[in-house]
Protein backbone atom coordinates (compact mmCIF):
# COMPACT_ATOMS: atom_id res chain seq x y z
CA UNK A 1 0.00 0.00 0.00
CA UNK A 2 2.92 2.38 0.80
CA UNK A 3 3.63 1.92 -2.74
CA UNK A 4 0.92 3.93 -3.47
CA UNK A 5 1.91 7.29 -2.05
CA UNK A 6 4.49 9.27 -3.22
CA UNK A 7 5.69 10.98 -0.09
CA UNK A 8 8.58 12.71 -1.39
CA UNK A 9 6.00 14.26 -4.43
CA UNK A 10 4.14 15.12 -1.23
CA UNK A 11 6.91 16.39 0.98
CA UNK A 12 7.76 18.68 -1.25
CA UNK A 13 4.30 19.91 -2.19
CA UNK A 14 3.84 21.47 1.35
CA UNK A 15 7.38 22.28 1.75
CA UNK A 16 6.99 24.93 -1.38
CA UNK A 17 2.85 26.00 0.11
CA UNK A 18 2.25 25.27 3.10
CA UNK A 19 -0.69 26.27 3.06
CA UNK A 20 -4.62 25.60 2.41
CA UNK A 21 -7.13 27.80 0.79
CA UNK A 22 -10.30 28.36 2.02
CA UNK A 23 -12.61 29.48 -0.15
CA UNK A 24 -15.57 31.20 1.88
CA UNK A 25 -18.72 31.24 -0.57
CA UNK A 26 -21.82 33.65 0.25
CA UNK A 27 -24.71 31.32 2.49
CA UNK A 28 -27.44 32.93 0.57
CA UNK A 29 -28.35 35.97 -1.65
CA UNK A 30 -28.47 39.16 -0.22
CA UNK A 31 -26.36 42.75 -0.68
CA UNK A 32 -22.78 42.03 0.15
CA UNK A 33 -20.38 44.32 2.77
CA UNK A 34 -17.04 43.13 3.04
CA UNK A 35 -15.47 43.48 6.77
CA UNK A 36 -12.14 42.48 5.69
CA UNK A 37 -10.03 43.55 2.83
CA UNK A 38 -7.49 42.04 1.12
CA UNK A 39 -4.20 41.27 3.44
CA UNK A 40 -5.72 41.44 6.30
CA UNK A 41 -5.94 38.78 8.78
CA UNK A 42 -8.84 36.92 10.53
CA UNK A 43 -8.98 34.68 13.06
CA UNK A 44 -10.79 31.87 14.02
CA UNK A 45 -13.34 30.51 16.98
CA UNK A 46 -11.35 30.52 19.90
CA UNK A 47 -12.62 29.39 23.58
CA UNK A 48 -12.40 25.91 24.92
CA UNK A 49 -16.11 25.44 23.06
CA UNK A 50 -15.10 27.16 19.96
CA UNK A 51 -17.99 29.66 21.43
CA UNK A 52 -15.93 33.02 20.99
CA UNK A 53 -16.39 33.76 16.95
CA UNK A 54 -13.43 34.34 15.03
CA UNK A 55 -12.93 37.81 12.62
CA UNK A 56 -16.30 39.07 10.97
CA UNK A 57 -15.70 38.61 7.54
CA UNK A 58 -18.96 39.98 5.78
CA UNK A 59 -22.49 40.97 6.16
CA UNK A 60 -25.34 40.09 3.77
CA UNK A 61 -28.54 41.67 3.86
CA UNK A 62 -31.49 40.36 2.55
CA UNK A 63 -34.75 41.75 2.63
CA UNK A 64 -34.17 44.10 5.47
CA UNK A 65 -32.37 41.10 7.51
CA UNK A 66 -28.78 41.74 8.17
CA UNK A 67 -26.56 38.04 8.31
CA UNK A 68 -22.96 38.15 10.18
CA UNK A 69 -20.65 35.92 8.81
CA UNK A 70 -17.27 34.88 10.40
CA UNK A 71 -14.13 33.26 9.82
CA UNK A 72 -13.94 29.33 10.97
CA UNK A 73 -10.04 29.67 10.20
CA UNK A 74 -7.30 31.85 11.10
CA UNK A 75 -5.33 32.90 8.35
CA UNK A 76 -4.65 35.83 5.31
CA UNK A 77 -7.19 37.07 3.14
CA UNK A 78 -5.65 36.61 -0.36
CA UNK A 79 -8.42 37.11 -2.40
CA UNK A 80 -11.69 38.93 -2.77
CA UNK A 81 -14.26 40.25 -4.61
CA UNK A 82 -14.58 44.07 -3.85
CA UNK A 83 -15.95 44.66 -7.51
CA UNK A 84 -19.14 42.94 -5.44
CA UNK A 85 -19.31 45.43 -2.48
CA UNK A 86 -22.76 46.57 -2.05
CA UNK A 87 -23.57 44.39 -4.93
CA UNK A 88 -26.44 41.58 -4.70
CA UNK A 89 -25.34 38.21 -5.66
CA UNK A 90 -26.75 34.87 -5.42
CA UNK A 91 -26.12 31.57 -2.91
CA UNK A 92 -23.08 30.15 -3.09
CA UNK A 93 -20.82 32.84 -4.95
CA UNK A 94 -17.31 32.32 -3.88
CA UNK A 95 -16.44 36.20 -2.45
CA UNK A 96 -13.12 35.58 -0.57
CA UNK A 97 -10.17 33.09 0.18
CA UNK A 98 -8.32 32.67 3.36
CA UNK A 99 -4.92 31.25 3.12
CA UNK A 100 -4.26 29.42 5.95
CA UNK A 101 -0.80 28.42 7.41
CA UNK A 102 -1.02 24.58 7.90
CA UNK A 103 0.57 23.08 11.17
CA UNK A 104 2.74 19.82 10.99
CA UNK A 105 -0.66 18.47 12.41
CA UNK A 106 -2.41 19.49 9.91
CA UNK A 107 -0.42 18.25 7.39
CA UNK A 108 -0.37 14.57 8.81
CA UNK A 109 -4.27 14.99 8.87
CA UNK A 110 -4.29 16.10 4.71
CA UNK A 111 -2.23 13.30 4.07
CA UNK A 112 -4.22 11.06 6.29
CA UNK A 113 -7.78 12.05 4.31
CA UNK A 114 -6.00 10.42 1.26
CA UNK A 115 -5.55 6.92 2.76
CA UNK A 116 -7.96 6.89 5.46
CA UNK A 117 -11.93 5.46 5.02
CA UNK A 118 -14.00 8.65 5.26
CA UNK A 119 -17.49 8.64 6.71
CA UNK A 120 -19.08 11.42 5.44
CA UNK A 121 -22.36 13.36 6.59
CA UNK A 122 -25.27 12.10 5.38
CA UNK A 123 -27.16 15.69 6.09
CA UNK A 124 -26.35 19.03 6.77
CA UNK A 125 -26.82 18.77 10.35
CA UNK A 126 -24.97 18.62 13.95
CA UNK A 127 -23.30 15.64 15.19
CA UNK A 128 -22.54 14.05 18.32
CA UNK A 129 -21.20 10.57 19.16
CA UNK A 130 -23.56 7.90 20.54
CA UNK A 131 -24.26 7.66 23.97
CA UNK A 132 -22.34 4.43 23.56
CA UNK A 133 -19.48 5.21 21.55
CA UNK A 134 -19.04 7.72 23.51
CA UNK A 135 -18.51 5.78 26.77
CA UNK A 136 -15.75 3.07 25.05
CA UNK A 137 -13.95 6.39 24.01
CA UNK A 138 -13.97 7.63 27.44
CA UNK A 139 -12.79 4.10 28.61
CA UNK A 140 -10.28 2.94 25.87
CA UNK A 141 -9.47 6.03 23.68
CA UNK A 142 -10.48 6.91 20.43
CA UNK A 143 -8.16 4.61 18.71
CA UNK A 144 -8.82 2.06 20.96
CA UNK A 145 -12.85 1.84 19.93
CA UNK A 146 -13.08 -0.74 16.56
CA UNK A 147 -16.63 -0.43 14.99
CA UNK A 148 -18.24 -2.44 12.25
CA UNK A 149 -21.29 -2.10 9.73
CA UNK A 150 -24.41 -1.52 11.42
CA UNK A 151 -22.98 -0.03 14.27
CA UNK A 152 -24.73 3.11 15.85
CA UNK A 153 -22.01 5.70 15.82
CA UNK A 154 -23.49 8.80 16.01
CA UNK A 155 -26.56 11.14 16.40
CA UNK A 156 -27.21 13.44 14.15
CA UNK A 157 -29.62 16.80 15.41
CA UNK A 158 -31.50 18.88 12.87
CA UNK A 159 -34.56 20.96 12.78
CA UNK A 160 -34.56 20.08 16.98
CA UNK A 161 -34.91 16.27 15.83
CA UNK A 162 -31.96 13.08 17.05
CA UNK A 163 -31.52 10.78 14.62
CA UNK A 164 -29.14 7.84 15.07
CA UNK A 165 -26.68 7.05 11.96
CA UNK A 166 -25.56 3.65 11.63
CA UNK A 167 -21.75 2.96 10.43
CA UNK A 168 -22.00 1.76 6.95
CA UNK A 169 -18.37 1.09 5.70
CA UNK A 170 -15.45 -1.46 5.94
CA UNK A 171 -14.37 -2.23 10.16
CA UNK A 172 -11.83 -0.69 11.75
CA UNK A 173 -10.53 1.94 14.40
CA UNK A 174 -11.99 5.62 14.68
CA UNK A 175 -8.50 7.17 13.78
CA UNK A 176 -9.39 10.86 13.05
CA UNK A 177 -12.32 12.68 13.86
CA UNK A 178 -13.10 16.11 11.37
CA UNK A 179 -16.26 17.32 13.39
CA UNK A 180 -16.69 19.50 16.17
CA UNK A 181 -19.99 18.15 18.55
CA UNK A 182 -22.60 20.55 18.05
CA UNK A 183 -20.90 22.42 15.01
CA UNK A 184 -22.81 22.20 11.51
CA UNK A 185 -21.26 19.76 9.36
CA UNK A 186 -22.46 20.45 5.43
CA UNK A 187 -23.57 16.99 4.03
CA UNK A 188 -21.14 15.07 2.24
CA UNK A 189 -18.02 16.66 4.79
CA UNK A 190 -15.95 13.73 6.23
CA UNK A 191 -16.97 13.14 10.00
CA UNK A 192 -14.58 10.22 10.68
CA UNK A 193 -11.71 8.32 8.96
CA UNK A 194 -11.65 4.78 9.51
CA UNK A 195 -8.50 2.78 9.44
CA UNK A 196 -8.91 -0.76 8.97
CA UNK A 197 -6.10 -3.07 11.20
CA UNK A 198 -4.46 -3.37 8.01
CA UNK A 199 -3.71 -0.03 7.38
CA UNK A 200 -2.14 0.66 10.41
CA UNK A 201 1.44 0.36 9.85
CA UNK A 202 1.34 2.60 7.08
CA UNK A 203 -0.30 4.78 8.72
CA UNK A 204 2.43 5.33 11.74
CA UNK A 205 4.99 5.22 8.79
CA UNK A 206 3.06 7.96 7.42
CA UNK A 207 3.25 10.08 10.53
CA UNK A 208 6.64 9.07 11.27
CA UNK A 209 7.85 10.59 7.71
CA UNK A 210 6.30 13.77 8.18
CA UNK A 211 7.43 14.41 11.96
CA UNK A 212 10.53 13.85 10.87
CA UNK A 213 10.87 15.28 7.29
CA UNK A 214 9.09 18.12 8.64
CA UNK A 215 10.26 20.99 11.49
Not at 63 to 71: D, L, R
Not at 73 to 101: M, Y
Not at 136 to 153: A, F, L, M, N, T
Request: neutral net charge.
Amino acid sequence: MTDEIDFDAIIGKYRSDPFDYLDVRTSHTGQVRFRVKEGAEVEGPSGEWHHVRGTLLYELLREGNQKKIFSSSNGVVSFIRSDLEGQFVEAGEKILTIRHPLKKREIIENILRQVLEPFNAPERAKYFFSLDLQAKIDKHGQRGVSIKPGDEILTMSLMKRDTPVYYAGEPGIIHSVYFQPGVSVSQGEPLLGICSQEKLPMIQRIITRVKAEWE
